[in-house]
T-cell receptor
Framework: DVKVTQSSRYLVKRTGEKVFLECVQD?????MFWYRQDPGLGLRLIYF???????EKGDIPEGYSVSREKKERFSLILESASTNQTSMYLC????????????FGPGTRLTVL | KQEVTQIPAALSVPEGENLVLNCSFT??????LQWFRQDPGKGLTSLLL?????REQTSGRLNASLDKSSGRSTLYIAASQPGDSATYLC????????????FGSGTQLTVLP
């Protein structure tokens, strides 16, 4: 079974802090994604990566950056956390973009005070 | 831009009933459609994936259909159980953005014992 793990289930940070959210998958998937999920807004794509050191902006990249130094690891970075970034963050991976199931991590609930 | 809509937003049924969840999408040029389940505070679990060339997929008590020309999919759950209570999300990969899943807002299902 594919496993997608996220470094923290719950995280509390203060405004202005730099925040790192880590995601690791163990099935050699090419594609990795970061979403945030908010009530009433659903899941929105922040960034995705289809190869090591490659990254593309999703629908809401503002205030975020990403890093993919190794194939199995995709990090989401909040350079200066703000209260409007309080959300559930979900990482996903897939082997190929179109034909294969996607797999999601358990999520990180981030609260920015 | 692809938009995915799920109706109803919430559904409550007594145990044992058969039920149908609906999903519609605006752009019929899709690679595939995927149904997910999300338990409160948790990540997403993939239930079924239907390729654009397929009409339906079945897994246990779940059956998903796809009518690409009309932009619709349904998830049929037979003999519902309290353990089926969760939010069900459908998502599509559009041909124009093959690496991105576009999600509906979900249907929150409650199965009453």
């Amino acid at each position: 079974d594919v496993k997608v793990t996220q470094s923290s289930r719950y995280l509390v940070k203060r405004t202005g802090e730099k925040v790192f959210l880590e995601c690791v998958q163990d099935m050699d998937h090419e594609n990795m994604f970061w979403y945030r999920q908010d009530p009433g807004l659903g899941l929105r794509l922040i960034y995705f990566s289809y190869d090591v050191k490659m990254k593309e902006k999703g629908d809401i990249p503002e205030g975020y950056s990403v890093s993919r130094e190794k194939k199995e690891r995709f990090s989401l970075i909040l350079e200066s956390a703000s209260t409007n970034q309080t959300s559930m963050y979900l990482c996903a991976s897939s082997l190929s973009p179109s034909g294969i199931m996607w797999f999601f991590g358990p999520g990180t609930r981030l609260t920015v005070l | 831009k692809q938009e995915v809509t799920q109706i109803p937003a919430a559904l409550s049924v007594p145990e044992g009933e058969n039920l149908v969840l609906n999903c519609s999408f605006t752009d019929s040029a899709i690679y595939n459609l995927q149904w997910f389940r999300q338990d409160p505070g948790k990540g997403l679990t993939s239930l079924l994936l239907i390729q654009s060339s397929q009409r339906e997929q079945t897994s246990g008590r779940l059956n998903a259909s796809l009518d690409k020309s009309s932009g619709r999919s349904t998830l049929y759950i037979a003999a519902s159980q309290p353990g089926d209570s969760a939010t069900y999300l459908c998502a599509v990969i559009s041909s124009g953005s093959a690496r991105q899943l576009t999600f509906g807002s979900g249907t929150q299902l409650t199965v009453l014992p």
